[in-house]
């Protein structure tokens, strides 16, 4: 069974730093990033890493975040983080046959 573990959420200060990261058991996939979702939102794409290496990142993040890893380990570095990054970040893996979704791990940038 495929397991995705986060670590690395918390509380920080606007324009502080974090790096979440998630571990994939026993497996290599296509892509895998990180989605979230802010309470009343959808959830959305933050970072996603394809199959050729290639990273897509959202408007909102790109500048101040980074993806890296392999294909079964992915990090999330985020930098000089904002209130309106407040979310639970969701750890992402898609290999031929599906998706796969983490527990989360909750981000709080205070003001």
């Known amino acids: 069974q495929v397991q995705l573990v986060e670590s690395g959420g918390g509380l920080v200060q606007a324009g502080g730093s974090l790096r979440l990261s998630c571990a994939a058991s026993g497996r290599i996939f296509r892509s895998m990033g990180w989605y979230r979702q802010a309470p009343g939102k959808q959830r959305e794409l933050v970072a996603v890493i394809g199959s050729g290496d290639d990273t897509n990142y959202a408007d909102s993040v790109k500048g101040r975040f980074t993806a890296s890893g392999d294909k079964n380990t992915v990090y999330l570095y985020m930098n000089t983080l904002k209130p309106e990054d407040t979310a639970v970040y969701y750890c992402?893996?898609?290999?031929?046959?599906?998706?796969?979704w983490g527990q989360g791990t909750q981000v709080t940038v205070s003001s």
């Open positions: 992402y893996a898609r290999d031929i046959f599906r998706e796969y």
